[in-house]
C-alpha cells in the first residue's frame, strides 16, 4: 500500500511538472512556473554575465586624459560592425541567456505575453548587444520592449538604452527628441533621471552644445549617488571649461574630484591634481608651493602608476620657468616609464625636438621629431606638421653630415705629419677606454644625451667621428636619402653615393683590417687621402654642402645668422666659380633679412661690379623685371622649353637647359632644367645618355624632387629599358612601316606625309595613322601605324601604288611596335637593319 502511495505521488509531481512547462497555456501554474524559471534561472545567470563583462571593461578601459572623457566608459575600434568585433565572451553568454529566456519561457497566447520576466530578457538582450557594439540588433530589441510591452515596469529604461543606442548610431536628432520627451513626463526613477540626464551631456558634447551639456552634467552628479560617477562627472565638467577658457571655474570642478578622495579613482584624483597645476598662473601664483607640490606628487608611491604624465607635468613646469636642461630631463623620465599613453610619448619627444630646434641644433632636432611622428596617430594634423618638419630637417642632417665628415678629413690633411700622429695618439686612447666600456655605452646610447647646452653635445671644434650622436644622425639621413647600400665602389651610381674618392680610398685600405691594425696610428696615418685630385673631390662636396646648408638655413627655417655663417664660411674657401656668384646674392638676401643693411649694400655692390651681366646683377638693379611671370623668369623659361620638348626639339631643348642651368646656378629650378635636358637626351641619343643623366643627377641633387624622381627611375625603370635584344621580326600583333629621311629635309618631309595622307584618305582601305618621329638629330622617321601583320606592313607600298607618285617612292622597312620601341630606345638602327637582312 505505502508502496502504491508513492507511485502515485511521484506520477502526480510528474504530471504537474509536464502541465506547468507548457508555454501555451495561460493558468496559474504556467505563468508562476515560467516567470519564476526566468528570473531566478536564466535572467540571474545571464544578469551575472553582463556584470562581468562591466568588470572586464572596468579593468581594461583606458581613458584619454587628452580629450574631454566621455560619460561612459566603452570604446569601440573604428571597424564597428565587423563580425565578432569588440565581441566579449561574458556579453556573448549574456545575450545567449536572454535569447533562452525568450524561446524557452515566452508565453506568447493570443498575441498577449503571459511571462512578466520576458520584458527583462529583451533588456538584457538589448544590453548585452550594446556592449558588445552591435547596436543595430540592439537597437531592435529595446524597440521590441516599447512595442510589445508598453506597460512594462521596464518601459523608461527601454527608453533611455534606445536613446544611448541611436546616440552610438550618431541619430542624436532621434535621441533628443526621445529624451526630451522622456523627461518632460517627470515619471523617472531616480536611476532613470541619472541615465537621462547623463545621456543628454553626452548628446550635447557630442554635438559641441556645451552650456546645455553642462547643464545637464549638473542634473546628473547632483542626482547621482554613485560617488565613482559623481566624481567623473565633475572631472569633464572640468575639461569643459578648460576648453572655454575658463580656468577658475575648471579648477573648482577638479577640486570637486579631489575632494572626493578615496571614493574615487585614483586616476581621476592625480589626473585632476594634474590639470590644475596645468592651470597655473605663474605670473601670480607661489611657484614654490606648486613645485612643493609636484616633488610630493613625483615621490607618492600610490602615484607610480601615473608618474608618465607627472614627469611630463614637471618638464612642463619647467619650461615654464625657462629652465630649459631640467625640462628635457624630466620629459625623458617621462618617456623612460615605457608609459602605454602614444600621444603622451609622442608630446615627450615633439616638446624634446622643439627645444633643439629652437637652439638651432637641427640634427638632434631631427632625431626627436622622427621619434615624434612615428607615436602620432597617422595622418592627424600634429602628424602631418611634424612630418613636414622633419623632411625639412632631412637636408639638414644630411648636408651637415658631409660637412662635418669631409671638414674632419681636410682638417687631417692641413696638420704636419708630427700633428697628425700626436692626434690619431690621442684618438686611439679614446677608442681604446670606448672598447672597455662598450657595453655600457651601448645601454646609454638607447636614450641619447639630454645635457641640453653641454659641452658634450656641442660639435664646435671637435672631431666629426668623435661624436657619436652626429655620426648616427649622419647614417640615418643617408639611409633616409639612399636607402640600403652593398659596400662597393661607386655604390652612389645606379643603386651603388658621399665623399666617393674618401669612401673608396677608406673602405680599400680598411678590408681585411684587424682590431689590432685599427688601433695603430700608421692605419689611421695611412687612409689620409694624399692624392691631390681626391683632396679636391672633397673640398668641392664639403663646399656644395656649405652652400646647400646656407639656402636651407635662409629658405626653410628662416635662421638668418646661420645661413650667414655657412654662406661666409664657403666664400673663405675660395669655392669653384659656379658656386661664388649665387653664394654672394644669398648672403646679400640673408644680410637684408638679419637686417643688416650695411653688409647688404656691400655685397650688392660688388655683385653688380663684378658680375654686370649676370642674372643677380640684374635682379639687384631692377627687380621687378624678374618677377615670377616675367618671360625671362626661371618658370617662364622652362615652361618655354619644356613647350619645345613636346615638340620635339630635343638639340634646341638640350642646348638652351645647358644655357639656363648655368644663368639660374644656385636656383631651384636648376634641377628641373637637368632632368628636361637628360629626357630630351634620352629622346635623340639613347639609353647609355639618359641613364648617365639620370646618375648625374640622382648624385648631385639627391634631395630635390628631381633627384629623387631620378633615383625612382634608376631603381624601378631602367632596368626594363636596359634589354637591346631585337624580337623575332614577324612577332607580334601592331606594326609599323618606317620611311628614314635626313633630319635637314624638312620640306621633303613635310611634302610625303602630305602626299602619304591624301593617298590613305583616298584609298579608305585601312585606319592608319601618320606620324614624325625624331630618330637622332641627322635622321628623321615617317611613321605609318595601325599595320596588323609583318608582310602587311612591308607590303604597304604595293598598297598604296607608288608607281603614279614619285614623292611616295622612298625607301622603307617594316617593324613591330614592340623592336621600334627598342630601336628607339637604343638607337640600334644599324643592327635592326642588318637582323632584318639576315
Not at 541611436?166 to 526630451?180: I, P, Q, S
Not at 673631390?537 to 638668418?560: M, P, T, V, W
Request: glycine fraction near 4%.
Amino acid at each position: 500500500m505505502r508502496q502504491t502511495f508513492k507511485y502515485i505521488l511521484s506520477f502526480s509531481a510528474i504530471a504537474f511538472i509536464f502541465t506547468s512547462c507548457s508555454q501555451k497555456k495561460d493558468k496559474f501554474i504556467n505563468r508562476n512556473w515560467h516567470s519564476l524559471n526566468t528570473k531566478y534561472n536564466i535572467l540571474y545567470n545571464g544578469n551575472l554575465a553582463l556584470d562581468a563583462g562591466l568588470k572586464d571593461i572596468e579593468d581594461s578601459y583606458q581613458d584619454n586624459y587628452w580629450a574631454i572623457l566621455p560619460v561612459e566608459r566603452l570604446s569601440f575600434s573604428e571597424d564597428l560592425f565587423s563580425e565578432f568585433n569588440n565581441q566579449n565572451a561574458n556579453f556573448e553568454r549574456a545575450e545567449q541567456k536572454a535569447i533562452k529566456a525568450v524561446q524557452k519561457h515566452g508565453m506568447n497566447i493570443k498575441g498577449k505575453e503571459k511571462n512578466p520576466q520576458i520584458d527583462e530578457a529583451y533588456l538584457l538582450l538589448g544590453k548585452s548587444r550594446y556592449y558588445s557594439g552591435r547596436f543595430i540588433p540592439a537597437l531592435e530589441a529595446f524597440n521590441y520592449i516599447l512595442f510589445k510591452y508598453p506597460g512594462s515596469s521596464n518601459i523608461n529604461s527601454a527608453k533611455i538604452w534606445r536613446a544611448k543606442t541611436n546616440l552610438r548610431l550618431e541619430n542624436e536628432a532621434t535621441a533628443l527628441e526621445n529624451l526630451k520627451a522622456l523627461i518632460e513626463k517627470k515619471q523617472l526613477s531616480k536611476e532613470d533621471q541619472v541615465d537621462a540626464q547623463a545621456t543628454l551631456a553626452q548628446l550635447y558634447l557630442n554635438t559641441k552644445r556645451v552650456d546645455s551639456a553642462l547643464l545637464h552634467l549638473r542634473n546628473a552628479y547632483t542626482l547621482t549617488k554613485s560617488k565613482p560617477l559623481r566624481g567623473r562627472l565633475h572631472f569633464i565638467e572640468g575639461q569643459i571649461f578648460n576648453e572655454l577658457g575658463k580656468k577658475d571655474s575648471a579648477d573648482l570642478a577638479f577640486q570637486k574630484v579631489i575632494e572626493l578622495k578615496r571614493s574615487v579613482p585614483m586616476a581621476y584624483r592625480v589626473n585632476a591634481f594634474l590639470e590644475q597645476i596645468h592651470n597655473f598662473d605663474y605670473s601670480n601664483g607661489d611657484r614654490e608651493e606648486l613645485s612643493t607640490l609636484l616633488s610630493d606628487m613625483e615621490d607618492n608611491r600610490e602615484y607610480r602608476p601615473y608618474l608618465d604624465r607627472i614627469h611630463h607635468t614637471i618638464a612642463k613646469h619647467h619650461l615654464k620657468r625657462e629652465n630649459d636642461s631640467l625640462a628635457i630631463a624630466y620629459f625623458n623620465k617621462s618617456l623612460r616609464t615605457d608609459s602605454k599613453d602614444t600621444f603622451l610619448t609622442a608630446l615627450n619627444y615633439h616638446n624634446i625636438a622643439d627645444l633643439y630646434f629652437d637652439d638651432s641644433r637641427y640634427t638632434r632636432a631631427g632625431t626627436y621629431y622622427d621619434s615624434t611622428h612615428v607615436n602620432y596617430k597617422k595622418n592627424s594634423k600634429p602628424y602631418r606638421a611634424v612630418k613636414k618638419r622633419l623632411d625639412n630637417l632631412q637636408d639638414v642632417i644630411y648636408y651637415e653630415a658631409i660637412a662635418q665628415a669631409n671638414d674632419s678629413v681636410l682638417n687631417l690633411v692641413a696638420m704636419s705629419k708630427s700633428e697628425q700622429e700626436d692626434y690619431f695618439e690621442r684618438l686611439i686612447k679614446e677608442l681604446k677606454a670606448e672598447q672597455e666600456q662598450k657595453s655600457t655605452a651601448q645601454n646609454n646610447y638607447i636614450n641619447p644625451s639630454t645635457s641640453f647646452g653641454s659641452k658634450n653635445a656641442s660639435s664646435k671644434g671637435k672631431f666629426y667621428f668623435y661624436e657619436t650622436a652626429t655620426v648616427a644622425y649622419g647614417k640615418n639621413a643617408f639611409a633616409n636619402v639612399w636607402g640600403k647600400r652593398p659596400l662597393a665602389d661607386n655604390w652612389r651610381w645606379s643603386k651603388k653615393t658621399i665623399s666617393g674618392e674618401v669612401s673608396k680610398s677608406m673602405a680599400s685600405k680598411a678590408e681585411g683590417e684587424t682590431n689590432k691594425d685599427i688601433l695603430t696610428v700608421s692605419y689611421y696615418l695611412n687612409l689620409i687621402p694624399a692624392d691631390s685630385a681626391q683632396i679636391d673631390s672633397i673640398a668641392k662636396e664639403r663646399n656644395f654642402a656649405y652652400y646647400q646648408l646656407g639656402l636651407i638655413y635662409k629658405n626653410k627655417f628662416k635662421d638668418y645668422q646661420r645661413s650667414v655663417d655657412k654662406l661666409e664660411a664657403l666664400l673663405d674657401q675660395t669655392p669653384e666659380d659656379r658656386l661664388v656668384l649665387p653664394a654672394k646674392y644669398n648672403l646679400y638676401k640673408a644680410y637684408t633679412l638679419l637686417p643688416n643693411l650695411g653688409l647688404a649694400t656691400q655685397i650688392k655692390d660688388e655683385i653688380i661690379r663684378d658680375y654686370p651681366t649676370s642674372r643677380y646683377a640684374q635682379i639687384l638693379k631692377n627687380p621687378a623685371a624678374v618677377l615670377a611671370g616675367d618671360e625671362k623668369g626661371p618658370e617662364a623659361v622652362y615652361k618655354a622649353l619644356f613647350e619645345k620638348f613636346e615638340a620635339s626639339a630635343y638639340q634646341e631643348v638640350i642646348d638652351s637647359c645647358a644655357n639656363e642651368i648655368i644663368r639660374f646656378e644656385g636656383d631651384e629650378i636648376v634641377p628641373k632644367f637637368e632632368l628636361l635636358k637628360t629626357s630630351a637626351k634620352g629622346r635623340l641619343y639613347g639609353f647609355g645618355e639618359y641613364k648617365e643623366g639620370l646618375n648625374y643627377i640622382a648624385l648631385n641633387y639627391p634631395n630635390s624632387p628631381e633627384g629623387k624622381q631620378a633615383q625612382e627611375l634608376i631603381d624601378n625603370v631602367l632596368s626594363n629599358l636596359e634589354n637591346d635584344d631585337f624580337k623575332n621580326l614577324s612577332e607580334g600583333k601592331n606594326f609599323k612601316t618606317i620611311y628614314q629621311f635626313n633630319a635637314q629635309e624638312q620640306e621633303l618631309i613635310n611634302t610625303f606625309k602630305k602626299e602619304l595622307a591624301k593617298v590613305l584618305e583616298d584609298e579608305e582601305v585601312l585606319s592608319l595613322k601618320v606620324s614624325e618621329d625624331v630618330f637622332n638629330k641627322n635622321t628623321t622617321f615617317v611613321v605609318v601605324h595601325g599595320l596588323r601583320s609583318i608582310q602587311g606592313a612591308r607590303g604597304f607600298a604595293e598598297l598604296i601604288d607608288i608607281e603614279d607618285n614619285e614623292i611616295l617612292a622612298q625607301p622603307s622597312f617594316a617593324i613591330s611596335s614592340e623592336n621600334y620601341r627598342i630601336l628607339q630606345i637604343h638607337k640600334a638602327l644599324d643592327r635592326y637593319l642588318e637582323k632584318r637582312e639576315n
